[in-house]
């Protein structure tokens, strides 16, 4: 008996020490609990490891005895190390809770245009952000505005409407640019007559991110967002001090220099920007107007927060701009002027708002909020024999109330607006002023109908005092097929108050339009849907891929058409018919250790009908192809390698653009309190003027034409950041 015992006792020792050598695990999120498909474990030192199948187990075997260390990652969640020490007691898989990443990842990005504490990974609504390191690669590439940063990402171009001046506006999905709302941590800052040079007066250093909505998004913010909606969200002082300057030079003669402060003490949190910004007259082409002109500007931005205590936070601030921009004839405006040498284009711009917040939190599910913001911005532009000036006053109100429970959260609230445009008295010409006053209530809700479906629904009524009622419905939806795949479906309607302050209108400063006879139009009204699919996956432990394609569809009904008149002036009119715009928005992101290549590509086929034709809508590139490829070394090093192609565009005059590519590269090598940056812009030296001309007539009398290609062609920027 003793011999059959004693191997048998071997036997079932060394059969339970194997065992003991394998290690088995379910790897599931830390709050949701949904298993983590790909997920994956590494023996630390080694290569040792394995991926998590559908159910989220993971097993791996021959682990050598003693204290060991494994390592659990999956992309868009934080690394996670724990010990163990072989052989096991527990023979049972053991449950490992993987956390989100906070900020490493875009996915968990807390966005605030929805006015809740989602992050873009759980709402409903689509929502693209620009923010962290991407913000800041962004900034380095242009540190005067913010209008390469938009223009650069995908389903976004930015539209250059002045030749000489260097003015633009943005365009979402191929619409124009007075379809997109504009805001400044929420705050309706730059609509109407102050839309004009806004993205060349906002410069990116004091910014947290930008969030971007794409399709109609008036429920919580009004009229205006057609197309989309912009937000850029300012810094906010945190209890460790933030000190950073920018300097920053270009080829073209430029100067920018920026600093930025914030600080939050017991009671009181306080941030500080302010910039100066300089051009010097530049035409690279030599063709005698400045591709870019000569500017200078300051902005100072104070903001004070007052936190009364855990509930109640109060904050006040104050955004200034002032600016002179002058370009044209570069003989004239480097007062080498005469007779022939006298065209130019000259805008000065006086910019103040005034902000006031108040959050107060109620209890764990309510909280109500109050903002306000006045707005001042005085402007003109003259050009030879013809000036147009005037003042914008504008004012915003809004109380909105939040309640949050487990499964749902409503926000309610209302607010009003006023926008009154007086334009100064200077030749027999009609003038163009208006007084608008909008008043507004909002309601949406946010529910998880389940883990895996959530479902937002909105409402929106405004009543406008020159065209009435608006009743604007949305609805948006979201299915976490698992925790790779994504699936967006959303929709609504929109509408835009008629103004004159257009792209057309600013293409010839404002001269000779018409004012907008109210009796005879009504305001444009839009309906359209998003539907995208996102999909993430590791394909190793230093390699992962996800790709995002959207499908889009927008059309407004009976747009505003600038149209010349018999006698020489330009007259909004009101054809029955339709602009739409439909395509395809596709992102691709590889990353490998420290290269990350993103590739995005977008097709907006946008078309006018009217009177039973259908035409293409100008200035719209329908296939455009952005490629990024960056290599950073955390905290040491960061390089970024971008080409963009834009296909032919239809112009205004019945020609058609040509196609081209612009190229770009960066490098910034960092150290503990400073980095010095330097950008190769446009290294192929793509111009509109090397293979189209820019205007018709003399020089003395020039005709612009529609600018569709950079006009300032290769430009290097360098500079240093400085943290202290």
Do not use: C
């Not at 498909?37 to 075997?61: C, M, R």
């Not at 609504?125 to 962290?132: C, D, F, K, V, Y």
């Not at 910019?351 to 911005?377: E, M, P, V, W």
């Not at 086929?605 to 455009?624: C, I, M, Q, W």
């Amino acid at each position: 008996m003793k011999k059959i015992i004693l191997p048998l006792l071997a036997f079932i020792y060394t059969s339970l020490a194997f065992s003991q050598h394998t290690f088995k695990a379910i790897i599931k999120d830390s709050e949701s609990k949904e298993l983590l498909f790909g997920a994956t474990a590494i023996l630390q030192g080694t290569t040792k490891g394995a991926s998590a199948d559908q159910n989220g187990y993971l097993e791996f075997k021959n682990i050598p005895d003693g204290k060991q260390t494994i390592i659990f990652s999956y992309v868009g969640y934080q690394e996670k190390k724990n010990t163990f020490h072989f052989p096991l007691i527990q023979t049972e898989p053991f449950e490992i809770l993987l956390s989100a990443a906070e900020g490493e990842e875009l996915e968990e990005v807390v966005i605030s245009s929805t006015r809740s504490s989602r992050t873009i990974d759980n709402i409903p609504t689509r929502i693209e952000a620009i923010s962290g390191e991407e913000l800041e690669e962004k900034g380095n590439m242009k540190p005067g505005d913010i209008r390469m940063m938009l223009n650069e990402s995908t389903g976004i171009q930015t539209q250059q409407t002045s030749a000489t001046s260097y003015n633009s506006s943005i365009r979402i999905q191929g619409l124009d640019g007075k379809y997109t709302q504009i805001l400044k941590d929420g705050y309706p800052l730059y609509s109407g007559f102050s839309g004009g040079l806004s993205l060349l007066q906002i410069a990116p250093l004091d910014l947290r991110q930008v969030e971007v909505i794409k399709g109609a998004s008036s429920t919580l913010y009004g009229g205006g967002a057609i197309a989309g909606l912009v937000n850029l969200v300012s810094k906010m002082p945190k209890e460790e001090r933030e000190l950073s300057f920018m300097l920053n030079g270009t080829s073209a003669l430029g100067l920018d220099v920026s600093g930025f402060y914030a600080k939050k003490n017991n009671k009181i949190g306080t941030t500080i920007f302010a910039s100066y910004n300089a051009g010097t007259p530049y035409d690279p082409s030599e063709i005698g107007f400045t591709a870019i002109p000569k500017f200078k500007r300051y902005t100072v931005n104070p903001k004070l927060f007052v936190y009364f205590n855990d509930k109640t936070t109060l904050n006040a601030g104050v955004n200034t701009t002032i600016e002179e921009r002058i370009g044209g004839d570069i003989k004239y405006i480097e007062n080498n002027g005469d007779d022939i040498h006298s065209y130019f284009e000259k805008n000065k711009t006086n910019r103040y708002s005034a902000q006031l917040g108040l959050d107060h939190t109620i209890n764990d599910t309510s909280k109500l909020s109050f903002k306000n913001s006045l707005s001042y911005y005085d402007r003109s532009i003259e050009i030879p024999n013809y000036k147009f000036s005037g003042v914008q006053l504008s004012s915003f109100s809004e109380a909105t109330y939040n309640y949050k429970v487990e499964n749902s959260e409503w926000i309610a609230g209302l607010n009003l607006w006023t926008d009154k445009f007086n334009q100064d008295k200077l030749d027999a010409s009609e003038v163009v002023d208006y007084h608008f006053t909008t008043f507004g209530g909002f309601v949406q809700n946010t529910w998880n109908v389940s883990e895996k479906f959530m479902l937002e629904t909105g409402l929106r009524g405004d009543y406008q005092n020159e065209y009435g009622f608006f009743a604007l419905p949305r609805i948006s939806g979201l299915l976490k097929v698992n925790p790779k795949l994504s699936i967006r479906l959303g929709g609504g309607l929109g509408y835009k108050t008629p103004t004159v302050f257009t792209e057309d209108a600013e293409r010839i400063q404002f001269r000779n339009v018409l004012p907008i006879d109210v009796s005879k139009t009504e305001a444009e009204q839009s309906i359209g849907g998003n539907f995208d699919i996102n999909y993430r996956t590791p394909l190793s432990d230093k390699m992962s891929f996800s790709i995002n394609t959207l499908l889009f569809y927008t059309e407004i009904k009976n747009p505003l058409i600038l149209t010349p008149t018999a006698e020489n002036l330009y007259e909004f009119q009101q054809p029955n018919g339709s602009i739409d715009t439909q395509g395809i928005e596709t992102n691709v992101k590889l990353t490998y250790g420290d290269l990350k290549l993103f590739v995005g590509y977008t097709l907006a086929d946008v078309k006018e009908h009217y009177n039973g034709a259908s035409t293409k809508f100008p200035l719209v590139a329908k296939h455009r192809l952005n490629n990024v490829l960056m290599y950073e070394i955390e905290d040491s090093l960061k390089m970024g390698l971008e080409a963009y192609y834009f296909s032919p565009q239809e112009l205004n005059d019945g020609a058609k653009g040509k196609e081209y590519w612009l190229f770009g590269f960066m490098v910034e090598k960092i150290w503990d309190s400073f980095s010095i940056f330097i950008n190769f812009e446009n290294f192929g030296d793509t111009r509109q003027t090397k293979f189209d001309t820019i205007y018709t007539g003399t020089i003395t009398n020039p005709t612009f034409r529609d600018i569709y290609a950079p006009v300032d062609g290769f430009v290097v920027n360098g500079g240093l950041k400085v943290k202290l």
